[in-house]
């Protein structure tokens, strides 16, 4: 029989414990940096990232279930999912900067998510689809960041330096979907490591390393910078990397899109499919090899060198992930790609 105590296990209260530490870490690191917002702002900025955080850390140590528990009706579950953007509420209030249409989206694409979700629950359906692209988009098009169509011309909709804000909580909506309302077997979702994530996170990157650097290099996309970092450089931006880039589009193209689609075609097509869509997704970058694409008026820049190039790694990436369901796997080999590219090749 499973635990059926309302209150969270021993697990979940030593991960609390290191939540903490990780809070007080993550603020140090603000205030070397001279992040404006935690001298201007610090309380609100804050407890804004430990609300943020604390979805994203604590699901990865079993606390859907319990949420579950204390959750126990579908109607409980939708409405509850309107708290996944009370970040913005405690970030923006005490500034003056609440904008009441930002808000609103924000607390409708959560309870619209959550909502539909509960009511379709076949993994894989229509409503899958929409939940995902919806997401995406958001994500990738930045259309909730501060340059966004909500945007009014002399306002920011984020703080300086906050605009990675809605990336977050839309994973979070993303996690509390799929992990809490609708739990789909196969995410992957689990922050406590394993020694074989370790070995299949560095095999696929040694896999993929002589690929990128033959055709980076040929493609004029990698440039090698002699200049060694810092040496607390390379492990700062690995974790940094890890946390706040790798394991939420590794949870997305991999533990979402990928599991989602190997419901509906092979293991192997569905791999090439949630690479390319991966590789898409960095058509807007801007590191070099872009051209212009006029779309209804509006021109966009396409980085086909930068969308080849993580096409490729999506592959190995994706197989990382499916060799034992693990994102803690493909989050290794892609924080591992992203911080010697960034230090070294960019």
Known sequence: MGNSSPFPSRKLAIAGAIFCVLLAVFWGIARYFQVRQVHDHPLSTFVSFALLFAPYWFLGFGAAEWVRR?????????????????????????????????AVVLVGLAVLSAAMVERWKTPGNWADAFVLATAGLVIDLGLLNTSGPLATPGQTLWPPGLGGFPKMM????????????????????????????????????????????????????????????????????????????????ELFFRGLVQN??????????????????????????????????????????????????????GIFYGRAWRDKRRLFASSITHTSVDTVWSLWFR
């Not at 939708?78 to 405690?90: D, G, M």
């Not at 970092?229 to 990397?241: K, V």
């Not at 509006?298 to 490729?312: E, M, P, Q, S």
Request: glycine fraction near 8%.
């Open 260 to 313: 989602l689609l190997e419901r509906r075609m092979t293991r192997n097509l569905a791999l090439l499919v949630a690479s390319i869509l991966f590789g898409l997704s960095h058509f807007n970058k801007r590191s070099g090899g872009q051209f212009l694409v006029a779309i209804a008026g509006h021109t966009f820049a396409f980085n086909w060198r930068y969308v080849l190039l993580a096409t490729i790694a």
């Open 70 to 102: 204390i959750l126990p009706g579908g109607a409980e579950r939708i409405a509850a999912a309107a708290l996944l953007a009370l970040p913005y509420f405690v970030l923006s209030i005490p500034r003056g900067e609440f904008h009441w249409p930002l």
């Open 170 to 249: 839309m994973m979070n909506v993303a996690l509390y979907c799929y992990l809490v309302v609708k739990p789909i077997a196969g995410v992957g979702y689990d922050l406590t490591p394993r020694l074989s994530d370790v070995k299949t996170g560095l095999r696929e990157l040694l896999f993929y390393m002589p690929i990128v650097l033959a055709l980076g290099f040929w493609l004029g996309f990698l440039h090698f910078h002699r200049e060694m970092p810092r040496l607390w450089m390379a492990p700062a931006a690995w974790i940094f990397t890890f946390a706040f880039v790798a394991m939420p589009e």
